[in-house]
Antibody, heavy 118, light 109 residues
Framework: EVQLVDSGGRVVRPGESLRLSCAASGFTFDDYAMSWVRQAPGAGPEWVSTISWNGGSTSYTDSVKGRFSTSRDNAKNSVFLQMNRLRVEDTAVYYC???????????WGQGTLVAVSS | EIVLTQSPGTLSLSPGETATLSCRAS???????LAWYQQKPGQAPRLLIYGTSNRATGVPDRFTGSGSGTDFTLTISRVEPGDFAVYFC??????????FGQGTRVDIQ
């Protein structure tokens, strides 16, 4: 059974940093690209970033470029989101998701809440 | 960036009726990269349809995806109580960003 477990979310002040983690199991982790998708309260999902199967390629939505960084450790079946210089508008539930061949988000973690507030 | 616009915003139905949800793109979308998700309160989105018309594992055949170009549809036949949720479409145009529609809520009438 595919499982993605997100962790690391908490309340932080604007300008602070946070690192989210996603632990994967139930599939061959390094066969898949992985993404982070966030959802602000009452809003639809918003794609944040994607990392290729080997970590050699990453992409980000414009609003987080230069502040967020995605990495993965295939030996530990984990993907990470380093978030720096956090803003109030980054407040959301953050989900990691496995990307399928069709570039859709096939499996999702349970989400972890990041709240940025002064 | 391709913008996806979903309509209606809310659809009120009785169990047993058919729901027709629309997703319109601001430019042509690859049919292989158009998906639909279902989200219930407090849960992560769940992939229902990928590649415009392929049902994900475990999705009943009451859910049908169709469309091409800029117009895509999710049809839910014989709506059941467990189908009342918010539905999102999503596309990937070959290069980032991946984009989502704003959602259609399917409510019990």
């Amino acid at each position: 059974e595919v499982q993605l477990v997100d962790s690391g979310g908490r309340v932080v002040r604007p300008g602070e940093s946070l690192r989210l983690s996603c632990a994967a199991s139930g599939f061959t982790f390094d066969d898949y690209a992985m993404s982070w998708v966030r959802q602000a309260p009452g809003a639809g999902p918003e794609w944040v970033s994607t990392i290729s199967w080997n970590g050699g390629s990453t992409s980000y939505t414009d609003s987080v470029k230069g502040r967020f960084s995605t990495s993965r450790d295939n030996a530990k079946n984990s993907v990470f989101l380093q978030m720096n210089r956090l803003r109030v508008e980054d407040t959301a539930v953050y989900y990691c998701a496995r990307v399928n061949y069709y570039s859709n988000f096939e499996y999702w973690g349970q989400g972890t809440l990041v709240a940025v507030s002064s | 960036e391709i913008v996806l616009t979903q309509s209606p915003g809310t659809l009120s139905l009785s169990p047993g009726e058919t729901a027709t949800l629309s997703c319109r793109a601001s430019q042509t979308v690859y049919t292989t990269h158009l998906a639909w998700y279902q989200q219930k309160p407090g849960q992560a989105p769940r992939l229902l349809i990928y590649g415009t018309s392929n049902r994900a594992t475990g999705v009943p055949d009451r859910f049908t995806g169709s469309g091409s170009g800029t117009d895509f549809t999710l049809t839910i036949s014989r709506v059941e109580p467990g189908d009342f949720a918010v539905y999102f479409c999503q596309q990937y145009g070959g290069s980032p960003p991946y984009t989502f529609g704003q959602g259609t809520r399917v409510d019990i009438q």
